[in-house]
Nanobody, 127 residues
């Protein structure tokens, strides 16, 4: 298990931007692929984006339409999610998750493969 803490959520107007951070406190951070998920009120959790251990490979859900960018700084044990042009439909609790991976270059948005989760950070987008 990798302890994770998200931050950076808040209230923003539609069209605005936020940057979420996911900080890990465990050892061997760069052995883990990281993903962001979100859960809106009354909806199921959905995968947003993931980044490989190396940071060289990323994956995004199609519905994002290029608005979000994931990145990682292994020296700081941190993964970021930059969210631009936010829409009211982006309102949700955002979670980061960590998966111990052999491959340095792969990641997945299959939530069942992630054993470590943060507590979430809430994002509210007003219209």
């Amino acid at each position: 298990q990798m302890p994770l803490v998200e931050s950076g959520g808040g209230l923003v107007q539609a069209g605005g931007s936020l940057r979420l951070s996911c900080v890990a406190s465990g050892a061997n951070w760069d052995d883990y692929a990281i993903a962001w998920f979100r859960q809106a009120p009354g909806k199921e959790r959905e995968g947003i984006s993931c980044i490989s251990r190396s940071g060289d490979n990323t994956y995004y859900a199609d519905f994002l339409k290029g608005r979000f960018t994931i990145s990682r700084d292994n020296a700081k044990n941190t993964v970021y999610l930059r969210m631009n042009n936010l829409e009211p439909e982006d309102t949700a609790v955002y979670y980061c998750a960590a998966e111990l991976r052999v491959s340095r270059e792969a990641c997945t948005l299959l939530a069942a493969l992630y054993p470590s989760w943060g507590q979430g950070t809430r994002v509210t987008v007003s219209s």
